[in-house]
């Protein structure tokens, strides 16, 4: 079998264009060499690949992907195989099969698959597939839909200052960047940053996900908590027991709702890959990884490094915080960056207005605007911003018909 890798003289090849994610599951005959001719072309970010839909679960859930190639040897539609991926990804795939597998397409229309596509292929057809299934973006086309940023703050180790972080930078948002923010915590058993930002919230997060009935923009915005700093919260449960009915499904759900109706979504988190953070993961845009210059610290960030690897959490969405970067403990930023291959991207004073800000329940950026940290943190939450909200064009951004 002879699979044409040139492409078409007419394709458009622009070097500007992003590219698409792309994980491949499955084997069917002519799979090998499509594996092949995607790894090196340039519009397709090429993540890997695994005949194993549960193996590939990681790269699925957390691999930000595109477009899932699913390659079939069954010649009627594998809806198992198919219901397996969609229980780790809302990507669109894209079914590929080999010979007279024609009994495949009258099902498939009727499924969950952006496309379906007989092998052998020329690639430039594949790759026009690709960019046409990514497009739709796993919605239902023509489905309208703004894109809140969702900012995660996480460490592997508690005490770092991840809620520290994570409530300032959050009101900061709200507050002197005047977007819509949400501050959702995460830390499911212990989550504190209702206490940090002074509030007395009467729902959490909990009681949301028991609540019946679909979510939606407009429920969730019963359940959450104003701050005066024009900040939404959503807390934590109030149990440690309650923590467990959060499910990776329901906060998976509870992201995307929360996307329609904010421009900036700050997720605090626990010092854990749980499922809940996974599903977070999946659906991070920025991922503040708090490290601060202490060598257990350094030791679990890397971990968490290579974890976030594993994952195929995209590189570039991790953003490196320093905390307490000023402080004189016999390590310096720079032995940080060397030892964790990374670049720190903001760097975070310690400052006494941090303790009693937190002692008082008013975060340190509202209560002491001058101090060192604050200016940090409004640096940061400039940072935030999605640009296009930042240039005051609004979020919306449409889904067209690919
Ligand atoms: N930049 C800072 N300067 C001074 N104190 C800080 C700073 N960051 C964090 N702290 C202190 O460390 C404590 C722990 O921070 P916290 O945000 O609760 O950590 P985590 O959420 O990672 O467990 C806070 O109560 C705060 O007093
Ligand atoms: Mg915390």
């Known amino acids: 079998m002879s699979i044409d890798t040139h492409s078409r003289p007419d394709a458009a090849r622009p070097e500007t264009r992003d590219k698409v994610r792309v994980f491949m599951t499955g084997d069917c005959e002519g799979l090998a060499e499509l594996r092949q001719a995607l790894g090196r072309h340039p519009e397709v970010d090429f993540v890997g690949s695994s005949t194993s839909i549960s193996e590939a679960a990681g790269a699925l859930r957390g691999g930000h992907l595109g477009v899932v190639l699913h390659g079939t040897r069954f010649s009627t539609f594998p809806q198992a195989e198919i219901a397996a991926i969609r229980e780790h990804t809302r990507a669109s795939v894209i079914l590929l099969a080999s010979g007279e597998a024609s009994a495949l397409l009258d099902e498939a229309l009727e499924a969950e698959v952006a496309d379906v596509l007989l092998l052998p292929q020329m690639t430039e057809n594949l790759v026009f597939a690709i960019r046409k299934a990514s497009r739709s973006g796993g919605r239902a086309p023509g489905q309208p839909g703004r ?7 996480f460490s592997p180790k508690g005490g770092t200052g991840k809620t520290v972080i994570s409530t300032n930078a959050a009101a900061a948002v709200a507050k ?9 915590d995460l830390d499911l058993q212990f989550g504190d940053a209702a206490i940090m930002l002074g509030i007395e919230p009467e729902k959490t997060i909990y009681d949301l996900v028991v609540a019946p009935g679909e979510l939606d923009t407009e429920k969730l915005a019963g359940y959450v908590t104003r701050h005066g700093s024009n900040l939404d919260v959503l807390p934590a449960p109030l149990r440690p027991e309650d ?4 499910t990776e ?10 996307r329609e109706s904010y421009d900036v979504i700050v997720v605090d988190t626990s010092p854990f890959f ?3 953070m996974l599903a977070t993961l999946d659906r991070t845009d920025e991922l503040l990884l708090v490290c601060s210059l202490d060598v257990p610290t350094l030791k679990n960030v890397r971990l968490a490094l290579q974890t976030l690897e594993l994952l195929s959490f995209p590189p570039d969405r991790i953003r490196l915080v320093l905390n307490r970067a000023n402080s004189k403990v016999g390590m310096k930023p720079g ?16 400052d006494r207005s941090v303790p009693i800000a937190v ?4 975060p340190a950026v509202l209560a002491d605007a001058r101090a060192d940290f604050s200016r940090s943190l409004r640096e940061m939450a400039k940072a935030i911003v999605p640009a296009e909200v930042a240039a005051g064009k609004g979020s919306r951004r449409w889904f067209g018909k690919g």
């Not at 032995?335 to 310690?350: I, N, Y």
């Open 249 to 258: 499904t329901k906060l998976g759900k509870l992201l995307e709702v929360a």
């Open 335 to 350: 032995e940080v960056e060397g030892a964790l291959e990374v670049k720190v991207r903001f760097s975070v004073p310690s």
């Open 147 to 153: 894109r809140g940023r969702i900012v995660t703050v």
């Open 359 to 362: 002692n008082r329940g008013n």
């Open 274 to 276: 749980h499922g809940p």
């Open 176 to 184: 002197y960047e005047g977007k819509k923010a949400l501050l959702l």
């Open 243 to 246: 923590a467990e009915l959060v």
